[in-house]
């Protein structure tokens, strides 16, 4: 569903991702897990059309979206949320939800009721009424999810969508992400809880200083010597293994 | 919050209220109040669409208003084209500037202060522009219609100095009052449409609209247009009422403030707002000039302070305007939870 | 388009440049040096407004409206003050800059800092506000009439050669230039304007490590005010007051900054010459009035092609 080809995003002489190649099957959880800084979020924002790529490519159910706009990519089907929330906060969550189904439904009547029915589906209902402004982190993050899901999407980015949740709010949250993919949204996750990826993901891919440096089942990856370095410095797998055979 | 029945009623009561009132009041002196209320209205308006819904306050209103008010005069004072006809040009042409002004300013990225800042240059240079390009716009002269004074004319001339005596006591009103049912209808149209939905969006958060497929530059751009076009539409009845246009009335920091204070006091993003903020600043000006009007004589500018101390103390402590206030006192009257946002 | 059109074209291009050619070439060395010379007295003193109007961006991060009205207000102090007391105005100064300086603080202390929430559109719309209040304070208690400073000097100067610099153009030069140099000596060799500097950086920060940040924004916007008030003694002399004064030195004010870079000193001054002289040549190529267009184009350019000025960080 999701190919990228040799992604390289330069700020300046700082490089940010470099030659990153990944794709993403259609209906599967894929998961982006790598130490801060790495490059993560620019990777997506270069995926939804916020970054112009220096090199490579992006292509999404088969059609070249490289460097197309933000809104261009949602339309065509792939949405993403932000690791910062950004509500729309002077609007009603109902408000909120329905500028997203906006996307496919012309009528404001009938956006209003798909945003009903999207609110239904994530258990806001209880808020729809709320201003954005009055939610919880947690009912904010759940916001974002169910906006972009109102905008009818086939692929969708979250970007740490489980951060500053505690552990219900995670258990939950991980829940609505199983149910959005058994719905037919195909899901690709950057996420720091591990956990969460261990028990969603079909695939994950390890980015470090840019390069992604592995991928494989998250089982496969949690040992892998190169992760554990990239998270807890140079020789820390040696000096893992080491103590590992003193026990 | 305001339950619709209730607010379609009360709208149908402002309506009627104004169409009727000629009946009721006799005194020419507050039709011409009233003229002048709504004139305001028009103006903030059209500043609403683009401040009030969309989030980007303009310091140069008067652009779009001068230009309207300038080709309406120019097409009927240099090729004596009918104003009915010029109308239509003097709109087309206030949404060229517009279509303009907003290109280079959203293509760049402007927001905030910064596009506030460039509106406040372009009306400055239309108005050096108007001053010295003297062939064009006749200059600093100004330029004077001819008084029509044919009665049989009026209509066709859009004078109503020398008319009928219906016409001519309240045909000016009459033209106001449909011009800003007109505008209001378009801002509630707008207001409830996807379009609509779009520009809060892109006004609450441009990012997050455009990640979820709001394409924030052409939405930004239909703002801007029609926010030009209703304000022109004031800058057309102006001169179709004054007979009379210069560079600095066309252009000048005045019609671009007053443009504003309107929807900021009456309430942003609502339909109302502009109308019943136009009502509440020249009520209490009117108020003034009659209780100070003794002491003071009439000095300009007092007018002006006390509309800038309103405006002051509505940013401290109602920024949501007098229909936020109303809302609130709604609320606590009938006891209901914080529902939709009014739409009225 | 073929071969007529393209001949049509060049000879169009070729009038056009023999009218450029003609048009720079119409005033002689002289006259051309001699206005860029105004050009500079002027640009110190726009330097001098634009300060104030940078130092309140830099610390509070506002873009403060009400600069040009305060201008106009002080501007109307060192009047009455010559007026009704015989002060000279640069002797005045010695009473509105300090007077500038509380008038700004109480300001931002009371008014600016209460109503604005800390929002940026909110600000924006109370110094609005401020300078609609206070242009018309000064309509209403002064009327529309012009009101000018006669000092018995001001014909009086030195012969430069190409133009004649009359001394309360050297004033202003040397004025601005001292002013500017106390300035920065304060920013960089006292607490106070260190703490000034840590709010700027980091306004958390500063708060975190004891300095009263409120207190510090409204000495902050005092100084502009301050920087305001020197500049409308040096401007008294040749310059008249009516109550549009500041709004037409608000543009010209938020040109320079925006030239120089929102909160860079050096910007402001370098921004402020730069004006100041093509705001002279504008004068004398383009007439009095087209003159002044050159001010908003430059500002319409520059917020367009470069918003961060010559000296400012991205924004």
């Known amino acids: 569903m999701l190919k990228v080809e040799g992604a390289s995003k330069w700020f300046g002489g700082l490089r940010a991702i470099d030659g990153v190649s990944l794709t993403v099957p259609e209906g599967a959880i894929v998961s982006l897990i790598g130490p801060n800084g790495a490059g993560k979020t620019t990777l997506f924002a270069v995926l939804s059309g916020f970054l112009k790529p220096d090199s490579g490519t992006v292509s999404f159910a088969g059609r070249d979206i490289t460097g197309l706009r933000p809104h261009r990519i949602c339309r065509l089907g792939l949405v993403r949320t932000f690791q910062l929330v950004r509500p729309f906060a002077g609007l009603t969550v109902r408000e909120n939800i329905a500028t997203g189904s906006h996307n496919r439904i012309r009528s404001r009547a009938a956006a209003l009721g798909h945003a009903e029915q999207i609110a239904d589906r994530i258990g806001m209902t209880a808020m729809l009424d709320l201003p954005a402004a009055a939610l919880t982190v947690a009912g904010r993050k759940r916001l974002e999810v169910a906006r972009a899901i109102a905008t009818g999407p086939r692929l969708l980015l979250l970007d740490e969508v489980m951060a500053g949740l505690n552990a219900t709010e995670v258990a939950t949250m991980v829940e609505l992400i199983r149910a959005v993919r058994d719905g037919g949204i195909t899901i690709f996750l950057i996420e720091h809880v591990m956990p969460a990826v261990m028990s969603l993901s079909d695939r994950t891919y390890v980015l470090n200083d840019g390069a992604l440096i592995a991928d494989g089942a998250p089982g496969e990856i949690a040992t892998d010597p190169r992760v554990i370095e990239a998270y807890l410095g140079h020789g820390a797998a040696a000096r893992m293994s080491e103590a590992g055979s003193h026990a | 919050m305001i339950s619709p029945q209730f607010r379609y009623a009360g709208w149908l009561i402002l309506v009627l209220g104004l169409v009727t009132a000629p009946l009721l009041i006799s005194s020419g002196r507050w039709i011409e109040f009233l003229e002048l209320t709504l004139f305001a209205a028009v103006l903030g308006q059209g500043w609403n669409i683009l401040g009030g819904y969309g989030g980007q306050y303009s310091f140069g209103h008067a652009l779009f208003f001068g230009t309207g008010a300038y080709l309406q005069a120019l097409l009927q004072f240099k090729f004596g084209w009918s104003p009915w006809v010029a109308m239509w040009f003097a709109l087309g042409g206030g949404v060229l500037v517009g279509v303009f002004v907003g290109y280079l300013s959203f293509r760049y990225g402007l927001r905030g202060s910064y596009f506030a800042l460039i509106t406040l240059a372009f009306?400055?240079?239309?108005?050096?522009?108007?001053?010295?390009?003297?062939?064009?716009?006749?200059?600093?002269?100004?330029?004077?219609?001819?008084?029509?004074?044919?009665?049989?004319?009026?209509?066709?001339?859009?004078?109503?100095?020398?008319?009928?005596?219906?016409?001519?006591?309240?045909?000016?009103?009459?033209?106001?009052?449909?011009?800003?049912?007109?505008?209001?209808?378009?801002?509630?149209?707008?207001?409830?449409?996807?379009?609509?939905?779009?520009?809060?969006?892109?006004?609450?958060?441009?990012?997050?609209?455009?990640?979820?497929?709001?394409?924030?530059?052409?939405?930004?751009?239909?703002?801007?247009?029609?926010?030009?076009?209703?304000?022109?539409?004031?800058?057309?009845?102006?001169?179709?009422?004054?007979?009379?246009?210069?560079?600095?009335?066309?252009?000048?920091?005045?019609?671009?403030?007053?443009?504003?204070?309107?929807?900021?006091?009456?309430?942003?993003?609502?339909?109302?707002?502009?109308?019943?903020?136009?009502?509440?600043?020249?009520?209490?000006?009117?108020?003034?000039?009659?209780?100070?009007?003794?002491?003071?004589?009439?000095?300009?500018?007092?007018?002006?302070?006390?509309?800038?101390?309103?405006?002051?103390?509505?940013?401290?402590?109602?920024?949501?305007?007098?229909?936020?206030?109303?809302?609130?006192?709604?609320?606590?009257?009938?006891g209901t939870r914080p529902t939709e946002r009014d739409h009225a | 388009m073929g071969n007529k059109g393209s001949e049509l074209l060049i000879n169009r291009a070729q009038a056009a440049m023999e009218f450029l050619g003609t048009e720079l070439t119409r005033y002689g060395w002289d006259t051309v040096l001699g206005s860029a010379i105004s050009g500079v007295f002027l640009g110190s003193i726009y330097a001098l407004v634009a300060l104030g109007l940078t130092l309140i961006y830099g610390v509070l991060h506002i873009i403060n409206f009400a600069h040009g009205s305060l201008l106009m207000l002080a501007m109307y102090a060192v009047f009455f003050l010559w007026s009704l007391a015989g002060i000279d105005p640069y002797v005045a100064m010695l009473i509105v800059v300090p007077a500038g300086f509380l008038?700004?603080?109480?300001?931002?202390?009371?008014?600016?800092?209460?109503?604005?929430?800390?929002?940026?559109?909110?600000?924006?719309?109370?110094?609005?506000?401020?300078?609609?209040?206070?242009?018309?304070?000064?309509?209403?208690?002064?009327?529309?009439?012009?009101?000018?400073?006669?000092?018995?000097?001001?014909?009086?100067?030195?012969?430069?050669?190409?133009?004649?610099?009359?001394?309360?153009?050297?004033?202003?030069?040397?004025?601005?230039?001292?002013?500017?140099?106390?300035?920065?000596?304060?920013?960089?060799?006292?607490?106070?304007?260190?703490?000034?500097?840590?709010?700027?950086?980091?306004?958390?920060?500063?708060?975190?490590?004891?300095?009263?940040?409120?207190?510090?924004?409204?000495?902050?916007?005092?100084?502009?005010?301050?920087?305001?008030?020197?500049?409308?003694?040096?401007?008294?002399?040749?310059?008249?007051?009516?109550?549009?004064?500041?709004?037409?030195?608000?543009?010209?004010?938020?040109?320079?900054?925006?030239?120089?870079?929102?909160?860079?000193?050096?910007?402001?001054?370098?921004?402020?010459?730069?004006?100041?002289?093509?705001?002279?040549?504008?004068?004398?190529?383009?007439?009095?009035?087209?003159?002044?267009?050159?001010?908003?184009?430059?500002?319409?350019?520059?917020?367009?092609?470069?918003?961060?000025?010559?000296?400012?960080?991205?924004?």
């Open chain 2, 123 to 334: 009306a400055e240079a239309f108005h050096v522009l108007s001053r010295s390009l003297i062939s064009v716009t006749e200059g600093g002269r100004g330029v004077s219609l001819d008084l029509n004074r044919d009665p049989d004319m009026a209509l066709a001339t859009l004078q109503f100095n020398f008319a009928a005596p219906f016409l001519k006591a309240y045909g000016y009103y009459y033209l106001i009052l449909l011009m800003l049912i007109i505008a209001c209808a378009a801002t509630w149209w707008m207001a409830n449409s996807r379009f609509g939905a779009r520009l809060v969006a892109v006004r609450e958060n441009e990012e997050a609209a455009e990640a979820i497929g709001v394409d924030a530059f052409a939405t930004k751009m239909a703002a801007i247009s029609l926010s030009a076009a209703i304000t022109s539409s004031a800058g057309i009845y102006y001169v179709q009422k004054f007979l009379f246009i210069d560079p600095g009335i066309a252009y000048g920091p005045a019609k671009s403030v007053e443009a504003l204070i309107a929807p900021i006091i009456g309430g942003l993003g609502t339909v109302l707002g502009p109308v019943i903020g136009a009502f509440f600043i020249h009520g209490v000006g009117e108020l003034a000039k009659e209780t100070t009007g003794l002491v003071w004589q009439d000095r300009p500018g007092l007018d002006l302070i006390l509309f800038g101390v309103i405006l002051v103390l509505m940013l401290a402590f109602a920024p949501r305007g007098l229909v936020g206030l109303l809302e609130r006192a709604w609320r606590k009257l009938s």
């Open chain 3, 103 to 315: 008038f700004g603080y109480g300001l931002q202390r009371t008014v600016i800092g209460k109503t604005g929430h800390g929002r940026d559109e909110l600000v924006l719309l109370v110094t609005l506000g401020v300078s609609i209040i206070l242009e018309n304070v000064a309509l209403f208690a002064f009327s529309a009439d012009e009101r000018q400073v006669h000092v018995p000097y001001d014909l009086d100067g030195i012969d430069l050669g190409v133009t004649f610099a009359v001394y309360p153009e050297l004033a202003a030069l040397g004025g601005s230039l001292v002013i500017t140099l106390a300035l920065w000596l304060f920013m960089t060799r006292t607490d106070t304007g260190l703490a000034i500097r840590a709010v700027a950086k980091e306004r958390q920060g500063a708060r975190v490590v004891g300095i009263d940040v409120e207190h510090i924004f409204a000495i902050s916007f005092g100084i502009g005010v301050a920087c305001v008030a020197a500049a409308a003694s040096l401007l008294a002399p040749t310059y008249a007051v009516h109550p549009q004064t500041g709004y037409l030195f608000v543009l010209i004010a938020f040109t320079v900054v925006v030239l120089g870079g929102m909160g860079s000193f050096v910007g402001a001054l370098v921004g402020g010459f730069i004006i100041g002289i093509t705001e002279q040549l504008g004068r004398l190529y383009l007439g009095e009035s087209l003159g002044l267009i050159t001010i908003s184009a430059i500002f319409i350019a520059i917020l367009l092609f470069r918003p961060a000025g010559l000296f400012g960080q991205k924004i």
